[in-house]
Structure formats: structure tokens, C-alpha cells
Nanobody, 123 residues
């Protein structure tokens, strides 16, 4: 399964943006999709993760209450709805996948990485 992230761009602080992670091919069984981000000069960090069946999800404390991860069955994709954006949310956002049922927050646990999409939040 290959994943492709899209939807980034420039937004003002306090605004909203939706990122999408499209999966090529059908996913069978247990699968996890995670969103990560990497700001210049910083390590890649966990943002959110979702089980493919949509039943379980987890968030980093820094985005909890502002970001929502969800699955779109029709589009075979996972979305990351971001609201109340802050300048510190500026980063390249990546989606990644792995088989299994555990919502890992470590990037090392994910094996299928999509191309990142830039999100820039201006003041």
C-alpha cells in the first residue's frame, strides 16, 4: 500500500485546513495510519493516528482538541482536519502506515511513508 499526502498550503493563525492521505489499493485486516510532522531544525513528531476500521484514534497533546483524524471510506483515505492553527503547527506533514492494531506514536514503527505536504501558518 502506498500513501500520498495532500492538502497543505498557507493559512493564517486561527484558521483551518484539511489534509488528506490517499491509499493506493485496498487495505485488508488491521492497519494503522499515522500523521507526523517535521518543522525545520526539529525531529519528526507524532500528530495523530487512526485504526483503519475507524474505531480507535490517538492524538499528540499539542494538537488534542484542535485536530481531528478520520477515515473516508468512499475516497479510501484518511483526513486530518486542523483547526485553531498556530504558528508552531508550521511543518511538513507526512502520513504513514503499518499493519497491526496498535496506535504507535513512534515514526520508527511505520513502514509506508507518503510524500510530505507543507503547512505554513502565518501570524
Amino acid at each position: 500500500v502506498q500513501l500520498q499526502a495532500s492538502g497543505g498550503g498557507l493559512v493564517q493563525a486561527g484558521g483551518s485546513m484539511r489534509l488528506s492521505c490517499a491509499a493506493s489499493g485496498r487495505i485488508f485486516g488491521s492497519y494503522i495510519v499515522g500523521w507526523f510532522r517535521q518543522a525545520p531544525g526539529k525531529e519528526r513528531e507524532f500528530v495523530a493516528a487512526l485504526s483503519w476500521d475507524g474505531r480507535r484514534r490517538g492524538y499528540a497533546d499539542s494538537v488534542k482538541g484542535r485536530f481531528t483524524i478520520s477515515r473516508d471510506n468512499a475516497e479510501n483515505s484518511v483526513h486530518l482536519q486542523m483547526s485553531s492553527l498556530k504558528r508552531e503547527d508550521t511543518a511538513v506533514y507526512y502520513c504513514a502506515g503499518r499493519e497491526g492494531s496498535v496506535l504507535h506514536s513512534s515514526s520508527e514503527e511505520y513502514f509506508s511513508w507518503g510524500q510530505g505536504t507543507q503547512v505554513t501558518v502565518s501570524s
